[in-house]
């Protein structure tokens, strides 16, 4: 499992969350944060080993750095490696 020290700060990830978890709901129906957008770290907390912090969409229109749980992104580097591995396999 990932924690906050797999990440750094400025650092772009994607949201990969699932509508589906109801963990993500609240972000997701709230405005926060839209799988298949990109983010950019913009804090890191020991305090918070499961979460990054991220400039949200702006729900309610106000745009705000949230901290949100790791599992509802992915390291761009880490997406790209996967893509090409698929791509060398076939």
Do not use: W
């Not at 499992?1 to 797999?6: A, G, R």
């Not at 949230?66 to 076939?90: A, G, Q, T, V």
């Amino acid at each position: 499992m990932k924690t906050h020290k797999d990440f750094k700060i400025g650092q772009s990830v994607m949201c990969v969350g699932d509508i589906n978890d109801p963990d993500f709901n609240f972000y997701s129906d709230n405005g926060h944060l839209t799988p298949g957008k990109y983010y950019t770290i913009t804090d890191i907390d020991f305090h918070f080993p499961d979460s990054i912090a991220v400039e949200t969409d702006g729900g309610y229109g106000n745009k705000m750095d949230m901290f949100c749980k790791i599992k509802f992104f992915d390291n761009i580097s880490e997406l790209r490696d996967k893509k090409l591995e698929e791509i060398l396999k076939k």
